[in-house]
């Protein structure tokens, strides 16, 4: 697979990396360890050499990642963050030296490694200047225990003061062709200071691949069923926009989710989106996506034919909302 780098220090990772979430947090059911290990594993063995974890997923998450790439763990680059308070997400913020020490020892020993490759900060602490959160990475990396710095669905106020600090190699925010509001301040500033950026749900979670429709059922545990843009109405509404990927992917003999993520591909040469999956033939059909060339014709076919739909539904609940762009 293309190798992309991601900001100036030199962070080579495949085009495409795995989001290693799903495989045991947040979406229903849970899939049995060796099956996700086998995914992994299949994802390194079709080129794929970036894989993405966090606390804030479970110590599960880390552990399974960490398991799965000890054969290989010098060929590929691992991505974890530190940011919640006993990293759950769910109580609130805290990104003090302390407990960002504290996590990167954690990770390090869940990972079965000397040093995470990658470290971002989850979510800006309004609480925690991030002058003091980037000199404790900067510290950490001094120390040989991280190699790069990265932050998670940060506004450009907090991505210009970490970055005067201790140099952000890595944006990870969620981006696709239905939600482009990162366009808007966060690519260029990316761009301006030399950053990478790392698109999450690059399929829209799921939504762009045309699997989920107006009668799908989530099951209780899935967090889509508290997301807006996931109510029946919304999904419903939402289904043009499958209906126009489909055709458009007919056009290029592809699939939507290989549409969608060509697409993200097309966008800048230092973007690497990491689609998660729990089947193999989705991973399968996700890699085949960095074989598909799109053109800038075809990209402004695409933008041009997306800009008559209107996408309904937030992406997040308002409480939820508020956490990110700091």
Same mark, same amino acid.
């Given at each position: 697979m293309e190798k992309r780098i991601l900001g100036a220090q030199g962070l080579e990772v495949s085009a495409l990396g795995l989001g290693c979430m799903g495989l045991s947090y947040a979406y229903g059911t849970v899939i049995e360890k060796q099956q996700a290990i086998k995914i992994i594993r299949e994802a390194y063995e079709q080129g794929i050499t970036f894989f993405d974890t966090a606390e804030a997923y479970g110590i599960e998450n880390e552990e399974l990642v960490g398991?799965?790439?000890?054969?290989?763990? /010098?060929?590929?680059?691992? @991505? %974890?963050?530190?940011?919640?308070?006993?990293?759950?997400?769910?109580?609130g913020q805290d990104s003090r030296p302390e407990n960002i020490r504290a996590v990167a020892e954690e990770s390090l020993r869940r990972l079965k490694t000397d040093v995470i490759d990658l470290f971002y900060q989850h979510r800006a602490d309004e609480n925690v200047?991030?002058?003091?959160? +980037?000199?404790?990475?900067?510290?950490?990396?001094?120390?040989?225990?991280?190699?790069y710095f990265g932050l998670s669905e940060a506004g450009v106020e907090s991505i210009r003061k970490a970055h005067s600090v201790q140099p952000v190699t890595a944006l990870q925010s969620e981006y696709s062709i239905w939600w482009r509001e990162?366009?808007?301040?966060?690519?260029?500033?990316?761009e301006e200071l030399g950053i990478g950026?790392?698109?999450?749900?690059?399929?829209?979670?799921?939504?762009? %691949?045309?699997?989920?429709?107006? !009668?799908?059922?989530?099951?209780?545990?899935?967090?889509r069923n508290n997301l807006p843009r996931f109510s029946e109405d919304n999904r419903k509404a939402n289904q043009k926009?499958?209906?126009?990927?489909?055709?458009?992917?007919?056009? #290029? !003999?592809?699939?939507?989710?290989?549409? +969608?993520?060509?697409?993200?591909? @097309?966008? /800048?040469?230092? &973007?690497?989106?990491?689609?998660?999956?729990?089947?193999?033939?989705?991973? %399968?059909? !996700?890699?085949?996506? +960095?074989?598909?060339?799109? %053109?800038?014709?075809?990209? #402004?076919? &695409?933008?041009?034919?997306?800009?008559?739909t209107t996408i309904q539904g937030d992406r997040y609940p308002a409480h939820l909302q508020k956490a990110v762009g700091k």
């Open positions: 398991e799965a790439l000890s054969p290989f763990r /010098k060929e590929v680059v691992i @991505a %974890t963050k530190f940011g919640f308070k006993g990293g759950n997400a769910f109580n200047p991030m002058e003091d959160v +980037a000199g404790t990475v900067k510290d950490l990396i001094q120390e040989g225990k991280v190699k990162p366009e808007l301040e966060i690519l260029p500033t990316l950026f790392v698109p999450f749900s690059p399929l829209g979670r799921g939504f762009l %691949t045309g699997a989920i429709t107006e !009668n799908t059922s989530f099951e209780s545990t899935d967090f926009l499958i209906d126009l990927l489909s055709a458009i992917a007919t056009q #290029k !003999n592809a699939t939507p989710a290989q549409i +969608a993520l060509g697409w993200l591909l @097309a966008q /800048k040469p230092w &973007i690497a989106p990491i689609p998660g999956t729990t089947k193999s033939n989705r991973l %399968t059909e !996700n890699i085949e996506a +960095a074989s598909i060339h799109l %053109t800038v014709d075809d990209v #402004k076919k &695409i933008d041009d034919a997306f800009s008559q």
